[in-house]
C-alpha cells in the first residue's frame, strides 16, 4: 500500500529566501529532529540540481543506523524539486517540495509518497512510522516557523 502526507506551511519570507534555504541540501540536518542523527555523508557540496545523490545516514529508531541514498531527480528553479529514495528503509519514497509565491510571503507545500517494505510486517509497523513522519514534519514546521516566522495564509 502507497501512503501520502500533505503539509502546507506559510512563510513570511521571499521566494529567493525560501529556495535559498530549501534548496540547499546542508539545511536538513538544521530541520531534523536531533534524535535521527541525521547526517550527510555526501553530496551535499551544492545547491539542488537534477541527478544530484545525496548519501545520508539516519536514526528512525533508537540504536538502528541506516544509510540512505535520494536523488534529486526533477528541479523548476524557485518552483519545486523531487527527491527520490534510491537506497533506504522505504520500499518507495517519493517527494516533491513546492513553493508558491503568497501576499504577505510563500506557500510551502511537501507531499509525500511512501511505502514500506516487508509486505505484511511492513503494514504492521505502519502506524509507528506514520507517528513518527507526522512528527518529523511537525518539528519542521517549527524550526521553520522559529527560523523565519509564520504567515498565516
Known sequence: MIHRIHKQQGLPISIDEGWAFLSDPNNLSVITPDHM???ILNGAESNMYPGQIIEYTVCPFPKVKMKWVTEI???KDREYFVDE???GP???WH???FLKPTRGGIIMEDLI???LPYGF???IIQPMVARQLKDIFNYRENKLKSLFGELKY
Open 37 to 39: 542523527q541525521f547526517k
Open 73 to 75: 531527480t526533477h528541479v
Open 90 to 92: 522505504y520500499a518507495l
Open 113 to 115: 509518497h511512501y511505502k
Open 121 to 123: 510486517l511492513g503494514n
Open 85 to 87: 529514495q534510491r537506497f
Open 95 to 97: 517527494h516533491k517540495h
